[in-house]
């Protein structure tokens, strides 16, 4: 198999973010009337947009949530990011080890991309080409965002690679015609993590983000997944 395009999601694949980011959703949507816990954040909205989860939110409390919602919520993950973000292990290594263009694809929007990035030193390394859900009409598990992104790089879809943590992204990159990896070495990842990714479509998971060069390599080989590693079937051409 062909690899033209290495696709990587933000949080939760890039930074390791997602359970910061649980935990402010949660704080503040229970501030603003929504009493809700980050583990229930983290099961109903992972990967999901913000614009996607609001609607949702406002829909089962029949009301807008406060204007100053979004503002609220900025203040205090960005603050919780400046002190605590780290990025993903082994992700410089990763990228190091990478020989076709890569970009991200993410439900965040392109300031917190900014901010999640900036912090981690990783902005330079994909910048310009890091997309968001807001540059297109359905966020995941649409496959919109994906099948944007590749334009843009002018990839073909076919030969495109999704690295994903979540049930939405694998979902949307499925459902664009690309091979997804799910990877699980996030700290928000539970026991069960893989599974569930496996059970969404991902190919295979992986734990260890310098690995990620080689799981690359079997891909392009059509083999199947390293010792080690997990996977549904083995690996082959989409």
Known sequence: MSIDLVI?????????????????????????????????????????????????????LGRS??????????????????????????????????DVPVCVASSGS?????????????????????????????GKPAPDLFLFAAAQMRAE???????????AGVKGAVAAGM??????GGSHCRDDHAATLQAAGASLTFDDMSQLPTLLGRVRAKMAPIAGFSADQPISEA
């Open 65 to 98: 949530l406060p204007d100053d919602f979004n503002v609220l919520l900025q203040d205090q993950l960005f603050e919780a990011f400046e002190a605590d973000l780290r990025a993903i292990d082994g992700i410089a290594q990763a990228l190091d080890g990478i």
């Open 8 to 60: 990587f999601d933000c949080d939760g694949v890039l930074v390791d973010s997602e359970v910061i980011s649980c935990q402010a959703h949660a704080d503040v949507l229970s501030q603003c009337g929504y009493p809700i816990t980050a583990d229930q954040v983290f099961d109903r909205f992972l990967g999901r947009s913000a614009r996607q989860a609001r609607l949702e939110i406002e829909a089962e």
């Open 157 to 167: 879809p076919a030969r495109c690679v999704v690295v994903e943590d979540s049930v």
């Open 179 to 184: 091979k997804v990896l799910g990877f699980c």
């Open 110 to 138: 392109h300031r917190r991309m900014g901010v999640s990035l900036g912090a981690t030193k990783l902005y330079q390394r994909f910048a310009p080409h890091i997309f968001s859900s807001s540059q297109v009409e359905n």
